[in-house]
């Protein structure tokens, strides 16, 4: 099981993990007690329940960069093209916009 940390302008949203079964992304309690806390995307609205996918959330597919920058990380950290939960934790923890993507130390 694989899980990373998500951040919103640097504020901890939420956690995704890598299972079995498929992803999970579910919100940080304290982000959403916050006063002005955002939904990280249009497609995760904020709510206390747990999102479930089979496959990787298309919103955190589209942060890995595609292209020849693509193809320099897949070279340059020898990671398979088709891993695309390994690609996000490698290539997302500065991604340009509002979310950042860490790999959650266990």
């Known amino acids: 099981m ?3 940390e998500v951040y919103y302008k640097n504020h901890l949203a ?3 993990t890598e299972n079995d079964e ?3 992304f579910r919100y940080d309690d304290n ?3 916050e006063e002005d806390s955002k939904p990280i995307s249009l497609t995760l ?5 747990p999102y479930e996918s089979k496959i ?3 919103f955190f597919d589209g942060l890995i960069p595609e292209g020849w920058l ?3 990380a897949v070279s340059n950290w020898k990671i398979n093209q088709r ?3 390994g690609l996000l934790l490698t290539l997302c923890k500065d991604c340009i916009g509002c979310v950042s993507v860490l790999p959650k130390e266990n």
Request: proline share 8%; glycine share 8%.
């Open 83 to 85: 891993d695309r939960f």
């Open 70 to 72: 693509l193809n320099i």
């Open 31 to 33: 982000y959403l007690n």
């Open 22 to 24: 498929g992803y999970t």
């Open 14 to 16: 939420g956690f995704i």
């Open 56 to 58: 990787l959330f298309p």
């Open 2 to 4: 694989r899980q990373a």
């Open 45 to 49: 609205p904020l709510k206390n329940q």
